[in-house]
């Protein structure tokens, strides 16, 4: 069964500061994708990335990278100097013939 | 619109009650899924159209949830008898492609918040 799991709850960090979301998958597929969403107050969920499971090629796109190992089966998310804009529930995706959710990591950043 | 709208943005509705809510999705969008979001997890999976054909509907709940996508464009969730824990965000995403695997270009709206009293 697909299933995704992250489990930092929250996180709080200063603003500047770097920050890594953790994030676990878990499928049967040998070809699949996985994503990571923002979720700010407003509510809706913003694409931040995809990636198919044949590229590990590791991704920076501005402030934003992420590390993709299929050896762990994990697909962690840095933000670098991180700022109040950042705050918000970050969700890691999978899928199979619908999207498969984690719980989310709830992102604070203090000034 | 240039985006996937969802109404009403919130609904509060008696224990009993019949609701509905609404998805206009990108215009030419293939793909149409409806998820629904307890407070504190994540999206979790209700059903799925492509076009006006409901090909998935393994997510929903009960059969208290019907969902109708008539004319391959908006589509609504109906919640009969609503109960406390149907209390939710309801998500709406659409997209261009028909390959619902890829996960590719899906749109979210900003869902409809049910909270039932």
């Known amino acids: 069964a697909q299933k995704v799991t992250q489990a930092q709850t929250e996180i709080s960090v200063v603003e500047k500061e770097d920050v890594t979301l953790d994030c676990v998958y878990e499928t049967r597929d040998t070809t699949y994708y996985l994503f990571w969403y923002k979720q700010p107050p407003s509510g809706e969920l913003v694409f931040l990335i995809r990636?198919?499971?044949?590229?590990?090629q590791n991704e920076i796109s501005g402030r934003y990278s992420w590390n993709f190992q299929k050896s762990t089966s994990s697909f962690n998310f840095t933000i670098t100097a991180s700022q109040v804009v950042d705050s918000a529930v970050y969700f890691c995706?999978?899928?199979?013939?619908?999207?498969?959710f984690g719980t989310g990591t709830s992102l604070t950043v203090i000034p | 619109g240039a985006g996937v709208s969802q109404s009403p943005r919130y609904k509060v509705a008696k224990r009993g009650q019949d609701v509905a809510l609404r998805c206009d999705p990108i215009s030419g969008h293939v793909s149409l899924f409806w998820y629904q979001q307890a407070l504190g997890q994540g999206p979790e999976f209700l059903t799925y159209?492509?076009?006006?054909?409901?090909?998935?509907k393994s997510g929903l709940p009960s059969d208290r949830f019907f969902a109708e996508r008539p004319e391959g464009s908006v589509s609504t969730l109906k919640i009969q008898r609503t109960q406390q824990e149907d209390s939710a965000v309801y998500l709406c995403a659409s997209s261009l492609w028909a390959n619902r695997g890829f996960g590719y270009g899906y749109t979210f709206g900003s869902g409809t918040r049910l909270t039932v009293v």
């Open positions: 159209f492509q076009n006006e054909a409901q090909l998935d």
């Open positions: 990636r198919n499971s044949f590229d590990e």
């Open positions: 995706a999978n899928t199979g013939n619908q999207f498969y």
